[in-house]
T-cell receptor, first 111, second 111 residues
């Protein structure tokens, strides 16, 4: 049983560029949440998607946007990248509010 | 302001030397307190969920306890493979279904 799959695993972008990160949830899960984890810190909640709608959002600017597809997979888009956006981006899937499972993340480096 | 703090920031133990990690929280309407283990470059791996003061859970060398203000993760006779960052997270009424994470404790167990 595949867990949460994230792609790509590593990414290097230049300031001002745009990036799209992808997440396939664990089989049977219908909810996807995205977190940003800066080096040496705990993950911070970005937003959560359920039934293709953004259900909840953390304290992140509008440069961060997302999407959920009918097959429950999700994308995180970040526009106008800043050096401070360099982090590990984690996707977590769940069935409603149960069974949160994290992926291994995408390491984004902005230069 | 709601927050989750963890101490110590880093802990170095000799193999077999038992110790405890602390997670203090100030949130209203706690729904659950979660402990995760995170290895370098990986996503958080679920360990325990605690829901009410006085609750305890055990898994191998780990035991988690919860009071109204804090949680402890006790590590008994640790082994080098227990080396990781241990994250504490809470779910609370003000935050819907998402987690508020602490900064983590980096544990190193030396052989």
């Amino acid at each position: 049983d595949a867990g949460v799959t994230q792609s790509p695993t590593h990414l290097i972008k230049t300031r001002g560029q745009q990036v799209t990160l992808r997440c396939s949830p664990k089989s049977g899960h219908d909810t996807v949440s995205w977190y940003q984890q800066a080096l040496g810190q705990g993950p911070q909640f970005i937003f959560q998607y359920y039934e293709e709608e953004e259900r909840q959002r953390g304290n992140f600017p509008d440069r961060f946007s997302g999407h959920q597809f009918p097959n429950y997979s999700s994308e995180l888009n970040v526009n106008a990248l800043l050096l401070g956006d360099s982090a590990l981006y984690l996707c977590a899937s769940s069935l409603g509010s149960h069974g949160y499972t994290f992926g291994s993340g995408t390491r984004l480096t902005v230069v | 302001e709601d927050q989750v703090t963890q101490s110590p920031e880093a802990l170095r133990l000799q193999e077999g030397e038992s110790s405890s990690l602390n997670c203090s929280y100030t949130v209203s309407g706690l729904r659950g307190l979660f402990w995760y283990r995170q290895d370098p470059g990986k996503g958080p791996e679920f360990l325990f969920t605690l829901y009410s003061a006085g609750e305890e859970k055990e898994k191998e060398r780990l035991k988690a306890t919860l009071t109204k203000k804090e949680s402890f993760l006790h590590i008994t006779a640790p082994k080098p493979e227990d080396s990781a960052t241990y994250l504490c997270a809470v779910q609370a009424e003000n935050y819907g279904q998402n987690f508020v994470f602490g900064p983590g404790t980096r544990l190193s167990v030396l052989p």
